[in-house]
């Protein structure tokens, strides 16, 4: 019996020599490294006037942006009257030759420009009331 608890013995310290000789190895195994790079950032300190200067620079853009937008409007607008205005011209220098013609035609003469640039007024005309 003393034999068996010696071959028993044995056994176990063998079997924990083993288990300590197995738990040990990844520790002696190549070392593995782990690089952390931590992204904090912090915010920009800013003054009110950098944030004022900021909001005035916006809202000049967006002036700038609204201001060019009814120039463009504008333009159009322009462009639109300056045809009207040469549709009428022609029609008014067509008219005018038509008058022309018939006056012609009829015989009538042509004021001249010192006839056309009397203009009477009442104070100018005689007075019919005297007292």
Known sequence: MKV???????????????????????????DKTYEVRPQISTPEYRTDAARAIDAYERLMDRYMQMTER???GIDTDVR????????MDSKLTELLAGFTR????????????????KIT?????????QK
């Open 4 to 30: 068996k608890r010696y071959l028993l013995f044995v056994v176990a310290i063998i079997a924990c020599g083993l288990t300590v000789i197995w738990f040990s190895t990844p520790i002696q195994a190549d």
């Open 80 to 87: 639109d009257v300056v045809k009207r205005l040469n549709s």
């Open 102 to 117: 018939i006056e012609n035609a009829l015989g009538i003469a042509q004021p001249t420009t010192a006839e056309n640039s």
């Open 121 to 129: 007024t009442p104070e100018d005309a005689p007075e019919k009331h």
């Open 70 to 72: 009814v120039f463009v």
